[in-house]
């Protein structure tokens, strides 16, 4: 019976398309997978979600995810106080670098290749770019969210700089792989999803075309008239770039200071959560310094936080989801599937697959990882097939999923920095995914038969 366990979250994706409300397919989710762990026992299912969504603090991580989405909250109220985004829109079409759609969606694209240190800085730091750029430009946020979502992320597994190439390289030396660096630098080229969807995005903003339902949502605002291009003259061009120094500067700091000279070996959350708190109080004193009243500035702040409050729930539902679908053992369901190949020459098809599935489902790329890293390493030994290969394999399925999922963290933080509906944001972004996903498919059975 234990294809059960892939019940929650199917059931998730199907409340989620019929109701179009993610509130309720969270919850449902959490529900039903809390009630298959008592037994089928809807009373004690009840009880045990509400313990599950509070047992999501206990993890500090989490709570700092959750904090610092409500303070980037804050942090986006004072900047636009400051009319701080007009002022830097304003800039760049005076220097000619976004003067147009095409030029706003580079720029934009990439802001999210440079920014690879940690996907949810350059999430936000691109996000809030973005958004006047393609207002003024006549772009739809729903390709915004699609343009930083499929940059942020493929380049983080592709970069390698950051807490996801500490966490893959401590599950390489945990499961017994020699020279684990060179493994994870091998497997960079072969990470056939992230290097396609890269070159998707930019094909997308350099020829400002749209396919499915983005074209949809690109003609509702083709027709909308530029801004006035003196609409920023009191804007603050300091207060937009002092602080994103400080956002992504910071948070390359913090993550070297918790590593102890080793951004590898740092930790994301603490370093994003410090570095915005830093930013939003520099924001705070450059808004008091222009002579407005502190306790504005608090109130003000207090409702930019209250404005991301149904987001930030949305990822505290989809945190408990996750802790939850882990207790039930929904991946290590999907993942045992891909043990059952029989062809040598399909299993880096197979895994990237299996990790496409259960990063889906479960909403989490790391912890696809996590589950699959230590069954990829003793089917690639066993089969002879390159260890760079099934480990790419697993990576580039992991963002596959996590691009698809509706229930995915950085999913709902891409929907959540651009401004755009969450629902709105996976359905126009799929066509995408699934071209690039297909495309990585048959990459890696042609890379099998070659190896094999």
Not at 332 to 359: E, G, K, N, R
């Amino acid at each position: 019976m234990e294809w059960l366990t892939a019940l929650p979250p199917l059931a998730a994706l199907l409340v989620a398309v019929l109701t179009r409300n993610v509130y309720w397919a969270l919850g449902f989710a959490i529900f039903l997978s809390e009630m298959l762990m008592a037994g089928l026992n809807p009373a004690v299912g009840v009880l045990s979600s509400v313990d599950r969504a509070a047992g999501v603090f206990a993890d500090a991580g989490n709570t700092r995810v959750l904090l610092f989405c409500l303070i980037i909250g804050a942090l986006i109220a004072y900047l636009e106080r400051a009319n701080a985004f007009a002022a830097m829109v304003s800039w760049l079409s005076r220097t000619g670098l976004a003067g147009g759609p095409k030029r706003a969606g580079f720029v934009t694209a990439l802001s999210g290749v440079i920014i690879f240190v940690e996907t949810n800085v350059s999430l936000l730091a691109t996000g809030l770019l973005g958004r006047r750029l393609f207002d003024r430009t006549g772009l739809s946020r729903a390709r915004l969210a699609y343009v930083i979502d499929s940059t942020c992320a493929p380049v983080s597994v592709l970069v390698l700089l950051n807490g996801w190439g500490a966490f893959v390289l401590g599950l390489l030396a945990a499961n017994g792989v020699d020279a684990p660096l060179g493994v994870l630098v091998e497997a960079v080229p072969l990470n056939a999803y992230a290097l396609m969807t890269l070159a998707i995005v930019f094909l997308v903003v350099l020829t400002n075309r749209s396919i499915g339902p983005m074209r949809e949502q690109d003609a509702r605002v083709a027709d909308v008239p530029e801004a006035d291009g003196n609409e920023t003259q009191d804007g603050s061009l300091l207060a937009f770039v002092l602080p994103m120094l400080i956002l992504v500067g910071g948070s390359i700091g913090f993550m070297a200071w918790t590593g102890n000279g080793n951004i590898l070996a740092g930790s994301g959350s603490r370093s994003i959560l410090w570095a915005v708190c830093i930013a939003t109080a520099v924001a705070f004193l450059i808004l008091w310094m222009r002579r407005q009243p502190a306790g504005e500035l608090i109130d003000a702040g207090f409702k930019g936080m209250g404005d991301l409050l149904p987001a930030v729930t949305i990822i505290f539902m989809a945190l408990a989801l996750g802790d939850s679908l882990r207790a039930l053992g929904t991946g290590a369901f999907v993942a045992q599937l891909a043990s059952t190949m029989p062809y040598d020459w399909a299993i880096p098809a197979i895994l990237f697959i299996a990790a496409s599935v259960t990063s889906f489902t479960t909403g989490t790329s790391w912890g696809t990882y996590g589950i699959l890293v230590p069954l990829a390493i003793p089917l690639a030994v066993g089969a002879g097939v390159p260890l760079p290969l099934v480990l790419a394999a697993v990576l580039g399925g992991g963002v596959f999923g996590d691009h698809c999922s509706p229930i995915s963290d950085t999913t709902i933080i891409a929907s959540l920095a651009s401004g755009c509906d969450h629902i709105e944001h996976v359905r126009t972004q799929l066509p995408y995914a699934l071209i690039a996903g297909g495309g990585a498919i048959l990459f890696y059975l042609a890379a099998g038969l070659l190896w094999g």
